[in-house]
């Protein structure tokens, strides 16, 4: 893929040699990642990348936002170009070139976890005792971190609801302070989770598909 132009090259092509030796393809990577733009932040999986831009793939309609970003499940971030998009895969350049290396092994400074995105939703927590509220700061398919007044221990079963979800039942990882650390009982598939994302954070792109 000629990411400048969106025109898929043979690496044999007369003339197209040189370009796709300095912009090497890595087809075989296939990854989850997250497109970050000011409708929200969405799943997607990155199927191939080279030193001048990525082609990606979502669950749903792409977000129609201009100014988008790809972030890896380590944090890092990239500013993106679209070149080409249709249904639910995008080619993008990078607004600079990037080192591929880099982006592949995913450098990182803390444990590897699994992909965040930072949505905040009301929650009810509910527990043997009662009910309280509360409202999640990221959420992941495997659990959340949510902030609540209320005080439970560590390993104590809770579930958690809300308008966009349906019941969770969690046990409680950790704390710190008013912050919980969730783990779901039950977890969600990758398509689940992204089309969770996009209903809660742009329903429009979701017409027709639910």
Not at 38 to 53: H, K, L, N, P, Y
Not at 100 to 125: C, D, G, Q, S, Y
Not at 152 to 165: G, N, P
Request: aromatic share 8%; glycine share 6%.
């Amino acid at each position: 893929m000629d990411y400048s132009t969106g025109v898929d090259r043979n690496d044999n092509d007369a003339g197209g040699d040189v370009e796709q030796r300095g912009a090497p393809r890595f087809t075989s990577l296939i990854r989850s990642a997250k497109l970050v733009c000011g409708q929200g932040e969405f799943v997607c999986v990155i199927r191939d990348v080279s030193a001048t831009g990525v082609s990606v793939r979502t669950f749903h309609p792409l977000p129609t936002d201009t100014a988008v970003a790809l972030e890896l499940q380590n944090g890092e971030t990239y500013e993106l170009e679209l070149v080409r998009g249709e249904g639910h895969e995008a080619s993008y350049r990078f607004a600079r070139p990037i080192e591929v290396e880099r982006l592949i092994h995913e450098n990182w400074k803390f444990p590897k976890r699994a992909l965040r995105l930072n949505i905040m939703l009301p929650l009810t927590v509910s527990t043997l005792s009662g009910k309280a509220r509360a409202f999640t700061l990221n959420i992941s398919q495997q659990g959340a971190r949510i902030e609540c007044d209320d005080v439970f221990a560590i390993d104590q079963r809770v579930t958690i609801s809300c308008e966009h979800l349906p019941d969770i039942r969690c046990k409680v990882r950790w704390r710190k302070d008013a912050n919980y650390g969730l783990v779901f009982e039950d977890t969600f598939a990758l398509r689940e989770f992204a089309m969770m994302a996009a209903k809660v954070q742009c329903p429009f792109l979701l017409q027709g598909q639910m």
